[in-house]
C-alpha cells in the first residue's frame, strides 16, 4: 500500500483534534515537519547512493515552520509517497519512500510529475519490491483528478530497464522544457530522461 504523507498528516490531525483545529497553519506545520524529523534520515538510509545534499535540498522550503507547508503540497512543490507491504501502516514500517514535484499547465491544465527519488529500504530488494511500489505509484497518479498527466524523471543505465518495464520512454533532454526537474537534479553522471504519458 502506498500513503501520500501529506494526506497522512491530515488524516492524523483530524482523528486527533477534529476537522477544525486540523486546518490551522501551525499545527499542520508543526506536525508535518516533525515527521520531516524521522522521514528523512530514513530517506537517506535507504536512498545511500544519492548524495545527501540533494536530500537536504528537496526538503529545504518545507522545513521552514514560517510558511503553510501545506499550500506548498497543494501547489505541487514537494510531495512523499510512502510505501509500505503491511496491513496497519506505521512510519516505522515503511519499506521505500518515493519523493516528486509537479507542474500545472494554466491552459491545457496538463499535469507534470517530476519523480524527484525513488527508494527502497536495502533489506527489501531484489524480492519485487519496487516494482509493486512503482505500479501502485503510476496508478495512485492515474487516479488523481487531471485527465493528461505525464511522469518525468532522470534514470542512470542501471536503472533504465526498470522504467522502461512500466513503460517509460526516452525523450530529448530539454533543459528549457524541464526547468523544474533540472533545478533539483541528483546525478553528476550520465543520465537519460524518461517520460511516461497518461
Given at each position: 500500500?502506498?500513503?501520500?504523507?501529506?494526506?497522512?498528516?491530515?488524516?492524523?490531525?483530524?482523528?486527533?483534534?477534529?476537522?477544525?483545529?486540523?486546518?490551522?497553519?501551525?499545527?499542520?506545520?508543526?506536525?508535518?515537519?516533525?515527521?520531516?524529523?524521522?522521514?528523512?534520515?530514513?530517506?537517506?538510509?535507504?536512498?545511500?547512493?544519492?548524495?545527501?545534499?540533494?536530500?537536504?535540498?528537496?526538503?529545504?522550503?518545507?522545513?521552514?515552520?514560517?510558511?503553510?507547508?501545506?499550500?506548498?503540497?497543494?501547489r505541487g512543490e514537494i510531495e512523499i509517497i510512502i510505501y509500505s507491504s503491511d496491513s496497519q501502516f506505521k512510519l516505522s514500517n515503511a519499506k521505500g519512500f518515493i519523493v516528486y514535484t509537479k507542474t500545472t499547465h494554466s491552459v491545457t491544465k496538463e499535469e507534470k510529475i517530476y519523480l524527484l527519488l525513488l527508494c527502497v529500504n536495502k533489506s527489501y530488494r531484489k524480492y519485487g519490491y519496487g516494482k509493486v511500489f512503482m505500479e501502485e505509484f503510476i496508478q495512485f497518479i492515474k487516479n488523481s483528478n487531471s485527465k493528461s498527466k505525464r511522469v518525468i524523471l532522470h534514470s542512470l543505465d542501471t536503472s533504465l530497464q526498470f522504467y522502461k518495464s512500466f513503460g517509460f520512454n526516452e525523450v530529448p533532454d530539454k533543459v528549457t522544457n524541464y526547468k523544474k526537474l533540472f533545478k533539483y537534479e541528483k546525478y553528476d553522471k550520465e543520465t537519460v530522461l524518461l517520460e511516461y504519458s497518461i
Amino acid at each position: 500500500m502506498i500513503i501520500q504523507y501529506s494526506q497522512f498528516v491530515k488524516t492524523k490531525l483530524s482523528k486527533w483534534f477534529g476537522s477544525e483545529d486540523s486546518k490551522q497553519v501551525d499545527t499542520y506545520n508543526y506536525y508535518y515537519i516533525s515527521g520531516l524529523e524521522y522521514i528523512i534520515p530514513l530517506i537517506k538510509q535507504f536512498a545511500e547512493t544519492v548524495n545527501e545534499n540533494f536530500i537536504d535540498n528537496l526538503f529545504h522550503k518545507i522545513q521552514d515552520p514560517t510558511v503553510s507547508i501545506e499550500k506548498l503540497v497543494t501547489r505541487g512543490e514537494i510531495e512523499i509517497i510512502i510505501y509500505s507491504s503491511d496491513s496497519q501502516f506505521k512510519l516505522s514500517n515503511a519499506k521505500g519512500f518515493i519523493v516528486y514535484t509537479k507542474t500545472t499547465h494554466s491552459v491545457t491544465k496538463e499535469e507534470k510529475i517530476y519523480l524527484l527519488l525513488l527508494c527502497v529500504n536495502k533489506s527489501y530488494r531484489k524480492y519485487g519490491y519496487g516494482k509493486v511500489f512503482m505500479e501502485e505509484f503510476i496508478q495512485f497518479i492515474k487516479n488523481s483528478n487531471s485527465k493528461s498527466k505525464r511522469v518525468i524523471l532522470h534514470s542512470l543505465d542501471t536503472s533504465l530497464q526498470f522504467y522502461k518495464s512500466f513503460g517509460f520512454n526516452e525523450v530529448p533532454d530539454k533543459v528549457t522544457n524541464y526547468k523544474k526537474l533540472f533545478k533539483y537534479e541528483k546525478y553528476d553522471k550520465e543520465t537519460v530522461l524518461l517520460e511516461y504519458s497518461i
